[in-house]
T-cell receptor, first 112, second 112 residues
Framework: DVKVTQSSRYLVKRTGEKVFLECVQDMDHENMFWYRQDPGLGLRLIYF???????EKGDIPEGYSVSREKKERFSLILESASTNQTSMYLCASRGALDTEAFFGQGTRLTVV | GDSVTQMEGPVTLSEEAFLTINCTYT??????LFWYVQYPGEGLQLLLKATKADDKGSNKGFEATYRKETTSFHLEKGSVQVSDSAVYFC???????????FGPGTRLSVLP
């Protein structure tokens, strides 16, 4: 089975902190995604990556950056956390020839 | 742009009731269609998919048929269980594209 693992289930950070959310997949997938999930807004794409060191902005990239130094790992970085970044963050991966995406368990981030 | 519309929740049913969650989409070309399920506190799991018109996806008693003429992919189950309580997301992806388009999600609560 494909496994997408996010490093933390719950995080509490202070305003202004630099925050790293890590995601690792074990299926050699080319594509990896970071989504944010908020009540009433569904899933919104923050960034995606289609190869090592390659990245593309999604719908809501402001306040975020990403890093993909190795194929299996895709990191989401909040340069200076703010309270409006309190949310559930979901990582996903998909192989080039797959139709479906596989999701991690999610990280619930609270910025205080 | 591409979009997915789902019926608004929450949907509350008694155990063994019939379930329908409506999903319609707007997209050019021939997207693949998906239903994902999110149990409380978890990430998204693929429930079923269909990759071309008239395909029927099925899993765990759930079914959905890809109807190109009505641009719909309604989710059905003949007899729901308490354990089916979750949020259900309809989604599309085009031509192995980089991004998925998700509906807003429908929360289902099944009462014993």
């Amino acid at each position: 089975d494909v496994k997408v693992t996010q490093s933390s289930r719950y995080l509490v950070k202070r305003t202004g902190e630099k925050v790293f959310l890590e995601c690792v997949q074990d299926m050699d997938h080319e594509n990896m995604f970071w989504y944010r999930q908020d009540p009433g807004l569904g899933l919104r794409l923050i960034y995606f990556s289609y190869d090592v060191k390659m990245k593309e902005k999604g719908d809501i990239p402001e306040g975020y950056s990403v890093s993909r130094e190795k194929k299996e790992r895709f990191s989401l970085i909040l340069e200076s956390a703010s309270t409006n970044q309190t949310s559930m963050y979901l990582c996903a991966s998909r192989g080039a020839l797959d139709t479906e995406a596989f999701f991690g368990q999610g990280t619930r981030l609270t910025v205080v | 742009g591409d979009s997915v519309t789902q019926m608004e929740g929450p949907v509350t049913l008694s155990e063994e009731a019939f379930l329908t969650i409506n999903c319609t989409y707007t997209a050019t070309g021939y997207p693949s269609l998906f239903w994902y399920v999110q149990y409380p506190g978890e990430g998204l799991q693929l429930l079923l998919k269909a990759t071309k018109a008239d395909d029927k996806g099925s899993n765990k008693g759930f079914e959905a048929t890809y109807r190109k003429e009505t641009t719909s992919f309604h989710l059905e189950k003949g007899s729901v269980q308490v354990s089916d309580s979750a949020v259900y997301f309809c989604a599309l992806n085009k031509n192995y594209g980089q991004n998925f388009v998700f509906g807003p999600g429908t929360r289902l609560s099944v009462l014993p």
